[in-house]
């Protein structure tokens, strides 16, 4: 098809999944935002019942259409006897997402990652519907290994991720770095501000450090986003509790520091924004793909990695207030969100 205005005002279907957490969807719909830019869009997002993107989604992007699945992921070790209900539950849903995409007719199909990204990946394969997967970590996930050998591009945030894909899917890798969900905004913080955030689903670790290291530091301003996770403890006046931020990208605009978990949707909006912190990676994560997400922001000259047993109260203070002296540079990268896009375009020749 040429690149003619009238192809350009064509609507443009895309089938999505990639939720469960943040961490999954927020590069999502910094994608999908760049796409709206640029042309006339449809959305079907396959949504997991109950997480976040349920939540999201209505609210930043109503006119997306939603189809929910009801359904767990699997769980480790991969014999667990749960896993056999589990894994019968994501076959009935298979069919029942594969009969979705063949009514909703997409051009192409774009997954990245959380448990419903395989079964719509796969339906789009078998309804031979382009599949586009993008992976956020330094070590990709098992199922985006497997769409990695049937997807038409594969967009990987990280250098080091190339080599964990199979040689004969490596063409078809493009590093990119990770899409940041960005808008207008800032917010007026007290400075200097430290923000705490550890991760979409909050991190009582974090949440006790906090706690901890704002009695040494009283003429800093502490932002905790617990993501609904407990905070045990008496809590300083210098600390403000927040269940959730929603406008994320204004308060990285506007912050002096962060205290972060390492997932690598966080890491990558570091990096974007350049926003001096100190990251301690969750230890739980598989293949501890959070230290080496972690290691990035020292490699980026942005920070530092703490790793939980490193912790110490006036260690960390003397962290916050090294980097703190060091000051933040507030200039914005480019957005990788805008490479994936000019790649799917001329890949589809759109
Ligand atoms: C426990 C778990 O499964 N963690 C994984 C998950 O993490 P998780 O979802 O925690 O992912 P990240 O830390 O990478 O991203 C969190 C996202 O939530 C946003 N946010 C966070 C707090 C808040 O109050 N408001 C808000 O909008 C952040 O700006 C970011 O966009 O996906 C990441 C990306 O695949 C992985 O690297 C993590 O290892």
């Not at 540079?329 to 990788?336: A, I, L, Y």
């Amino acid at each position: 098809m040429e690149n003619t205005s009238a192809s350009k005002s064509k609507v443009l279907k895309i089938a999505v999944a990639g939720g469960v957490t943040g961490g999954h969807l927020y590069p999502n719909l910094a994608v999908l935002e760049e796409f709206q830019r640029r042309r006339n869009i449809e959305v079907l997002y396959f949504c997991v019942q109950g997480k976040i993107e349920e939540r999201v989604l209505p609210k930043f992007h109503p006119e997306f259409k939603r189809y929910s699945v009801k359904v767990k992921g699997l769980r480790r070790p991969i014999f667990h006897p749960e896993n056999l209900v589990r894994f019968s539950r994501l076959l009935i849903n298979s069919v029942n997402i594969k009969r979705a995409l063949e009514e909703f007719a997409p051009d192409f199909v774009y997954v990245s990652g959380g448990y419903v990204s395989y079964p719509v990946a796969l339906a789009g394969r078998k309804l031979g519907i382009p599949v586009y997967v993008q992976e956020q970590n330094t070590i990709p996930g098992k199922a985006n290994i497997t769409i990695s050998k049937f997807a038409k591009k594969i967009f990987v945030a990280f250098e080091e991720c190339v080599t964990r894909f199979p040689d004969e899917v490596r063409k078809k890798i493009k590093v990119t770095g990770n899409p940041v969900w960005t808008r207008e905004g800032r917010v007026e913080l007290p400075r200097p501000t430290v923000l705490v955030i550890g991760g979409s689903g909050g991190s009582e670790f974090l949440n006790k450090i906090t706690l901890e290291v704002s009695w040494l530091l009283p003429d800093v301003h502490f932002i905790l986003s617990t993501g609904g996770k407990k905070v045990e403890g008496e809590v300083p006046a210098n600390v403000e509790i927040v269940d959730y931020i929603e406008n994320m990208y204004a308060y990285w605009r506007s912050v002096d520091l962060a205290i972060t978990r390492a997932g690598a949707t966080t890491i990558s909006e570091l990096i974007y924004f350049n926003v001096p912190a100190v990251v301690v990676p969750w230890e739980g994560a598989t293949e501890s793909h959070q230290v080496t997400n972690a290691k990035i922001i020292e490699r980026h000259g942005l920070g530092v990695m703490m790793r939980e047993i490193e912790y110490e109260p006036e260690k960390l203070a003397d962290m916050i207030r090294t980097l703190m002296k060091k000051g933040r540079n507030f200039n914005e990268r480019e957005n990788p969100a805008k490479i994936i896009v000019d790649e799917i375009e001329s890949n589809m020749s759109l």
